[in-house]
DNA sequence: TTAAATAGTTAGATTTGACTAACAAATTTA
DNA sequence: TAAATTTGTTAGTCAAATCTAACTATTTAA
């Protein structure tokens, strides 16, 4: 096998730092991968060697054309996985980012361009995020945070950044779903609390929530 | 992890053959898995430590309950998957084996039994193999091949020995699908050649071909 | 602007699962 | 039953991906 789950899961997170910083380093990956320093050093290396970075001692470490079109396979993958398992086999949103990881080493293009087809070619995945299509390409439109949001205005709830499966029980708790319509009462100075009015009833949001909601 | 997808290879071969033989010996699961013979023994030795096979030097190998169990459970996900490709996903079913080879390795258990349940809790596989329920049990039922009968009997196909993606493309050629019933005109004494008539046509299917034909 | 802290690298060990070469036991067959 | 063949085992090597310990380069801050 050229490409084993190991450098698959080095080239991803690779590539999510990439899209914030264009420049990676070495450190931030292991903590990702939690990995020591060294273990990502080599395969850092490796990687380079497979033309998937560019590599030079000391210096940040940069992802190719070619490395980002495999991360974007896998990304898609992943995501295609988990549209799925929400769409198809009805699986909560917090439940399919686990099996996804899983999934996403699959090899076979058909199973997932099966999903895919079957979905209907969905462009984001149950949290938000973009899929990338079978070329890699993907929807790049930018949403704002809600915590960058005004008193008075009306936005709609369209992807998350930052998940963890805690978070998005909280949402369900709180009737958060993609989609929900929500009016920005007051913003209270101090701590950044907002207090919105959704689906028939008001809620009061922490700062560290709202600046994990997309919206538009 | 305690079981690798290696171990979990290994384990399915020596199932596999225990059910024929009881009795399981390095040299054939060698030749099940394309590697050489010390790889087996090593690895033999490694399952035999984890208490799912019994070990003597120079002795035949023996499945331990707990064996079997495991095994279980991996051809459960491995046919499951077959079934979901096959009815879920629109595959024929010559084209999911080698998906499902990739997917008994997934170990998220809620995955397989969301499976189960949407395809209504299965007893066999596309191809007429029993599926493990999720305790590991499965039916015993057993078919007589089309070889075995008679001139004059008329029986339907249930399950497929030793199966190839060749051959089920060839079945498909044939028309020939599990459940179609098939009346046997005449049996050449001298090759086995058997003539038989079904879904309004006869056809002569080889000697070869009724030895992988499980019919009752 | 140098000392301290952080980030990155090298060397060498470990584990897993494979391999070849050499050998030993068991079975088959002449 | 002795020789030949087949089957199974041991010893030692290798590659992938990890680790710790020790070291070097770069960045930050006193």
Known sequence: MTNSQSIENYLKVIFNQAIATDDVNTTSIAQALEVSLPSV??????????????????????????????????IRKHRLTEMYLVEKMGFGWEEVHEIAEQLEHIQSVAFFDRMDEILGFPERDPHGSPIPNSSGEFATQKFRLLS?????????????????????????????????????????????????????????????????????
């Open 41 to 74: 050093n080599s395969m850092v290396k490796k990687l380079a060697g497979m033309g998937l970075l560019e590599y030079e001692k000391y210096k940040p470490l940069k992802i190719t054309a070619k490395g980002r079109k495999m991360a974007a396979m896998i």
């Open 148 to 216: 960058d949001c005004q008193p008075n205005e009306l936005v709609t709830l369209k992807a998350l950044s930052k998940t963890t499966d805690e978070f998005l029980k909280y949402l369900n708790s709180k009737g958060l779903a993609l989609g929900v319509e929500v009016e920005i009462l007051k913003v209270e100075a101090y701590d950044k609390n907002m207090k919105v009015a959704y689906g028939g009833k008001t809620e009061v949001l922490s700062a560290l929530v709202c600046s994990k909601l997309l919206v538009s």
